[in-house]
């Protein structure tokens, strides 16, 4: 039976009481009162213009890619929101609470927040800015682009497509949840073993991270099969596997890594669950447990992971560069062998995130070794970007610049990540702030790669193009906060100060600190441009063409512009590796079909969402140990699945005229266009 | 138009040229401590990641080049040579796997050269350090919920968030915890290792001069591990004798009891200092046996949210490290 918790447990509320609401917090409770109010104006505008049915309908139950991936992708910028708030009371914190004398705001004795409320907040950006930031990001990117990127129509299963967007929904929620029902971890974002076992641990905090994570990391693995699926069935003829574009073989590298890595963590977390829950001793010190195992399981997924959100990046860069150099890609084929290499040795080299373990000089020098040989494709991939360069005739657009800063980080953390590899220099910066400079270089090169895709295919998807003044504004203000934000941290690196310190004993360092901080608040200029720039775009609207950059390369620059909904109006037949390119060079890039054949697509259904949201209750129940709940949720799901397996609904087929006449008014079929209701197959064989 | 963008521009370009001034003027090289390594140890550290990035900047730099030098070069306003659909050469190709590949050879090479010289269970490089003939002096170190026992079963003595070592003498480090992981680490000085329960890690240095230094745990294990510093005090071999010899004569001994006290959650503000009498040579691995046993220390959620947030609690001031 469950294991005896800490205070009162009722087997209606569980674990949860009313002391659970951090109401006595002025900072929780500013934030919930923000929140609510965004959700109060969110909700109330859907209802104020009636759009209450059309989000149900084109958005809550859809199974369309591309509006997956926009869905994917502002859950991802939420939360890279989210993240950053995260991150800037840290390095406040650290500013405020650095040496004895340091004064003390709100309760805290150095600083604004105590140990336990700063420990949560740098677990709560990890995983944030990991799972629900980067990794949706990424997904929403990849569902997107592949599908118009080789001419399929949808992802090989919309529905699980759909699942996979819920369950990752559900995660977020659970981490919100828990910023105004009880507490989140503290137990860093990796989950430190035995510190996340219940006797240092026995709050609902680590249950919370866990179960957040266990549906994120479900979901992604659903996203991988999808993907590799899609990308290995449902190229248009013609696309041979080497004429298929570089994002898409990384692409395939990554969800090759996300299929074979997610479910190692989901059985680290199972374990761990059972160890928290039922009282085993899988990852105790004590009583035969091995908490090491949980370290190599957690970093078997993890190291992977670092590259199964890097190689989606390499491969966005792998389309910028050569579109705003008006040239193609130098070295297909090595680009194609480096992305494989890279995620190959990804999956052997996870100790050295343990360098400081004691595995001894073979095992140290073996992953030492292995890590830097990961420089190499790394290496191949920046010299192939850079002769596409050369000799090419380049504009400087945002996605561009992007692209450039990002090769730049790239080189920064590929030289500190080096030096990192090298277990002897480990020894002396392991834990320390280098290393977290280190990473924030490469999490950042994942970000540039992700704001120029998001700026590059903006105007594929929504029809007009972000604005560029204000982009660029957003750019170069958030370069330099970047610069100023990381540069110091290595420089406390080397001056001795390590991770995850509520209070730092040193006080004269404060001036780094303070240009650290500095950084931060040039972060929240480039926010508002940020913004700006989203309310500018919105607000003129400039149609785009269809080939929105004008030296496009792939088949997604081929369809209209807004994509419509059925992503071709017929299967486009591939000639060649930069199908565009080549219908350019061949004057037969506006050749129009001259007759449509009806297209079949999928039904809009509920059941993802449902199970999302059910899967949401089913992780808070869990968390508070209200057995009843869990129980009926988990059931509730079960139940939706039988019964949708039971459903005919075969989708429904857009007739030739209808697809002629939505290709003559593209707005009408535009992602964002309110769709009439259609007879959907099975209702039409009643009939 | 033109004005404020140029501005605009300036602006920019003055933030990015002030920011390695602004940081130079904050922080001073002696800051930067891992930089200036005391002992043979940490010196081959330091040796090592030079020698590495030197080799590194064999690549880097030339690509850092290219990258800044190509973008500007072949800008479509500059009119530069362009060839579209140039997309292969094998000689750049061989170039770009063969070099990195020499290079990271070496890289690898010097590492794992470097890997066994400074080997925390043995470093290779302390045969050679002068305090090599004399006997090494052996100390145990605790790490608990959040305070360092540091045990020396030779002299049977022990200390609270003090290392006392004599100068000249190679150190050998015995480590184990109570509950949670940390990490040992006295920056310039000792590698950082991993301090796990039910385990015994190791590590070791020597240093021949007198010197104070500041060591802490970097691997986080809870509410009061921001706390957890103890000073490392290398001193004379007499000194460290008659150190010993009072130390011995303290009425406070170190029993497995008087142990399971210390072991429960305290945070110890400022490393303030405590010595014993510790005549109990099996206690380290008493500490070891009874965690594998599961032993905890168990930290309710309401200490976890108390620490530092009472003002009264806090308000000492440090120990200075003397």
Request: with cysteine.
């Amino acid at each position: 039976m469950q294991v005896a918790v800490d205070g009162p447990w009722s087997p209606l509320l569980g674990r949860l009481s009313l002391a659970a609401i951090p109401y006595d917090n002025p900072i929780l409770v500013t934030t919930f009162a923000i929140v609510v109010v965004l959700a109060a104006v969110i909700v109330g505008a859907a209802f104020y213009f009636g759009k209450v049915g059309y989000i149900w309908r084109e958005w809550i139950t859809t199974v369309d890619h591309k509006k997956i991936g926009v869905m994917y992708i502002i859950l991802g910028l939420v939360m890279l929101f989210r993240g950053f708030m995260d991150g800037a009371m840290m390095r406040t914190q650290q500013l405020l609470a650095d040496g004895p004398a340091s004064p003390g705001y709100l309760g805290a004795q150095h600083g604004y927040l105590p140990p336990y409320h700063f420990d949560q907040i740098y677990t709560a950006h990890g995983t944030l800015m990991l799972f629900f930031a980067a990794t949706p990001l990424v997904a929403g990117l990849g569902n997107i682009i592949i599908p118009l990127q080789i001419g399929a129509r949808d992802m090989a299963f919309p529905y699980l497509n759909a699942t996979s967007l819920w369950l990752t929904m559900a995660g977020a929620a659970l981490c919100m949840i828990s910023l105004f029902v009880g507490e989140f971890s503290n137990a860093t974002w990796v989950g430190l073993m035995p510190f996340s076992e219940m006797p240092f641990n026995p709050g609902v905090g680590v249950d919370y991270w866990m179960w957040a994570f266990q549906l994120s990391s479900l979901g992604t693995t659903f996203n991988a099969i999808n993907m590799i699926a899609t990308i290995v069935k449902m190229r248009a003829p013609g696309m041979s596997w080497f004429r298929m574009p570089v994002y898409c073989w990384s692409s395939l590298t990554t969800n090759i890594i996300g299929l074979t890595i997610f479910p190692v963590v989901t059985v680290a977390l199972t374990m761990l669950g059972i160890d928290r829950y039922f009282g085993t001793h899988f990852f105790t010190a004590g009583y035969g447990g091995n908490f090491m195992l949980y370290i190599n399981l957690f970093w078997i997924w993890g190291h992977p992971e670092v590259y199964f959100l890097m190689l989606p990046a390499f491969g966005l860069f792998s389309e910028i560069v050569p579109t705003f150099s008006n040239k193609a890609l130098f070295g297909y084929a090595t680009m194609v062998a480096a992305s494989f290499s890279i995620g190959g040795i990804g999956w052997v080299v996870w100790a050295h995130h343990f360098f400081t373990m004691g595995m001894g000089p073979q095992l140290n020098g073996y992953f030492s070794a292995a890590t830097m040989i990961v420089g190499i494709p790394t290496g191949v991939k920046a010299f192939n970007w850079l002769f596409t360069m050369y000799r090419g005739r380049i504009t400087f657009a945002t996605p561009m610049l992007w692209a450039i800063i990002g090769l730049v980080l790239l080189l920064v953390g590929g030289l500190t990540g080096m030096m990192l590899s090298a277990s002897v220099f480990d020894y002396t910066v392991h834990d320390s702030l280098f290393v977290v400079a280190h990473f924030h270089c490469m999490v950042l090169v994942i970000g540039s790669a992700l704001f120029a895709a998001v700026t590059y295919w903006w105007p594929k998807v929504f029809g007009f193009k972000l604005d560029e003044v204000n982009g660029r504004l957003y750019y170069f203000t958030f370069v330099v906060a970047s610069l100023l934000v990381f540069v110091p941290l290595f420089y406390l690196g080397f001056a001795g100060v390590t991770r995850r310190l509520d209070y730092i004993y040193n006080p004269d360092l404060k001036s780094l600190l303070w240009v650290s901080e500095g950084g931060i608040g040039v972060y929240f200029i480039s926010l508002f441009f940020f913004l700006k720039m989203l309310y500018i775009s919105l607000r003129d609207q400039i149609p785009a063409a269809s080939d929105s950059w004008g030296t496009g390369r792939t088949l997604e620059w081929l369809t209209h512009t807004p994509v419509p909904f059925y992503n071709f109006a017929v299967t486009p037949q591939i000639n060649s590796r930069d199908e565009l390119a080549w219908r350019k060079a061949n004057g037969v890039e506006n050749v129009q079909p001259t007759q449509y054949v009806p297209i079949h697509l999928p039904n809009s259904t509920a059941v993802p969402f449902l199970i999302g949201a059910l899967s949401a209750v089913f992780g808070f129940a869990i968390t508070w140990r209200i057995w009843w709940l869990s129980i009926a949720s988990l059931a509730a799901i079960v139940i939706i699945i039988i019964i949708r397996s039971f459903d005919k609904n075969e989708g429904y087929v857009l007739s030739a005229e209808e697809i002629a006449r939505l290709e003559s008014r593209p707005d009408l079929a535009s992602i964002i266009a309110e769709q009439p209701k259609r007879s959907s197959l099975a209702h039409v064989e009643a009939i | 138009m033109k004005p404020p963008k140029q501005r605009r521009v300036s602006l920019l370009l003055k933030s990015l040229v002030s920011l390695p001034a602004l940081l130079l003027s904050g922080c001073t090289m002696d800051d930067l401590r891992l930089f200036h390594p005391v002992g043979l140890v940490a010196r081959a550290e330091t040796h090592y990641i030079v020698l590495l990035v030197i080799a590194m900047s064999v690549i880097i730099v030339p690509t850092l080049v290219m990258l800044i030098v190509f973008p500007l070069r072949y800008h479509h306003s500059r009119n530069a040579k362009y060839t579209p659909d140039w997309h292969f050469s094998l000689g750049i190709e061989l170039a770009a796997w063969g070099v990195p590949f020499v290079i990271v050879a070496y890289l690898a090479y010097l590492t794992i050269q470097g890997v066994y010289a400074v080997d925390p269970w043995g470093p290779g490089i302390l045969v050679n350090a002068p305090g090599a003939s004399q006997p090494p002096i052996t100390v145990q170190v605790i790490a608990t919920d959040w305070q360092w026992v540091f045990v020396y079963p030779d002299q049977g003595v022990a200390t609270i968030d003090d290392l006392v070592v004599p100068a000249g003498r190679i150190v050998k480090l015995q480590m184990t915890s109570t509950g949670n992981m940390n990490g040992f680490y006295i920056p310039q000085v000792a590698p950082m290792v991993d301090v796990m329960p039910a385990m015994e890690s190791k590590d070791a240095f020597e240093l021949d001069q007198p010197a104070s230094y500041i060591g802490f745990s970097t691997d986080f294990s809870g509410a009061g591990f921001s706390w957890m510093q103890f000073s490392t005090r290398v001193v004379p071999q007499a000194d460290f004798d008659a150190w010993v010899k009072s130390t011995q004569a303290s009425p406070n001994q170190l029993t497995y009891a008087a142990f399971q006290k210390i072991a429960q959650p305290t945070v110890n503000f400022g490393a303030k200092p405590a010595y014993f009498a510790a005549p109990d040579k099996g206690l380290f691995g008493e500490v070891i046996m009874a965690a594998m046993q599961g032993v905890v220390y168990p930290v309710p959620d309401s200490l976890t949210k108390k620490v530092s947030e009472n003002p009264a609690q806090g308000a000492q001031t440090p120990a200075s490290p003397q």
